[in-house]
């Protein structure tokens, strides 16, 4: 099993920034993507960013050139640095990993982000 422990959200005025940071523990696939969901009330989960064993990173249109994800090479934490936060930002966000053998996910509890107008 894989546990994974997220920190980071809170309440920010539009315009600013939080970090949020997600470590894996347990049992980890030696490949795997680690990455971030959200979820806002009423709307359906989507990706957020996910960073994969070989470096790369996929972003959602909607935060391209404001988040950053970002995983150390051998570490089992991941980071999202969120700039420039607007209200439409607020969401549950949930920290991934995916098995990139079987396609198993694993999910963090999630951490509320609200930005306030």
């Known amino acids: 099993q894989v546990q994974l422990a997220e920190s980071g959200g809170g309440l920010v005025s539009a315009g600013g920034s939080l970090r949020l940071s997600c470590t894996a523990s347990?049992?980890?696939?030696?490949?795997?993507?680690m990455g971030w969901y959200r979820q806002a009330p009423g709307k359906e989960r989507e990706l957020v960013a996910v960073?994969?064993?070989?470096?790369?990173?996929n972003y959602a249109d909607s935060v391209k050139g404001r988040f950053t994800i970002f995983r150390e090479k051998g570490w089992n934490t991941v980071y999202l640095t969120m700039n420039r936060l607007q209200p439409e930002d607020t969401a549950v966000y949930s920290c991934n990993l995916r098995d990139g053998v079987t396609k198993h996910d694993y999910w963090g509890l999630g951490t509320q982000v609200t930005v306030s107008s």
């Open positions: 960073v994969f064993s070989s470096s790369g990173t």
């Open positions: 347990g049992n980890i696939p030696e490949f795997n993507s």
